[in-house]
């Protein structure tokens, strides 16, 4: 995976000590890298992260309606920048696991953006690509809450799929959109660490989101 300690863009920027305060649940065992930097509260006019990210994230709701094909458009685009940035080597050494969305998979706001990303990311590519955890409960989705849960409480619905768990996985990455207080990070982790101890997990993200500008 290309890295970098300062550049955006195609490179990947790891969580270091000046960053981590941003994202409170973190420790300095975590390994969290990121694309793109993502401003909260700042609307999609913001910038292109902003954009991408607002457009990511449409609701199932929504598909069949014009702006649908955004969300489409933009799945394809952080596809590509996700392959390009871990390069192909790395994708086939990794197991790659989408973080749940907030929803269980029978809702019908289940929404698998992350999963059907990752698929078009690796078209070519051997990977293994694995939901090893699922949400067995539905609840409000983070970001549209004021109400951050913590590591705990996520925790609390999160279960491993035993259908996917074999054969046992050397190195995850947990993948999710953005970075804010890495609770669900943490909360993966935790499970997928205690199913597999000897395991290698990082966190791989579009974006982390930084501090709202003050003016």
Known sequence: MTTSSGTLGLRFTKIDDLKRPDHFY??????????????????FGHSETNDLIQNFKKSPDRKGLPEWYYKERDLRRIALEFRQAMGEKWISLWT??????????????????????????????????????HQTKSVAAAH????????????????VDEGV????????????????????????????????????????????RVPEPLF
């Open 26 to 43: 973190l420790t300095a065992e975590d390994e969290c890298f990121f694309l793109r930097e993502y401003t909260a509260r700042a609307g």
């Open 96 to 133: 790659l696991v989408p973080i749940p969305p907030s929803k269980c998979r029978t809702d019908p706001m289940y929404d698998d953006r992350l999963l059907r990303m990752l698929l078009e990311m690796t078209i070519g590519i051997r990977s293994d690509i694995r939901e090893l955890i």
């Open 165 to 208: 768990a074999e054969p046992t996985p050397k190195s995850i990455a947990l993948v999710d959109d953005v970075l804010t207080t890495g609770s669900h990070f943490k909360a993966a982790k935790r499970v997928l660490s205690d199913r597999f101890p000897k395991a290698r997990i990082i966190g791989v993200f579009i974006a982390r």
């Open 144 to 159: 549209e809450s004021d109400d951050r849960p913590s590591p705990d409480e996520i925790e609390r619905f999160y279960k």
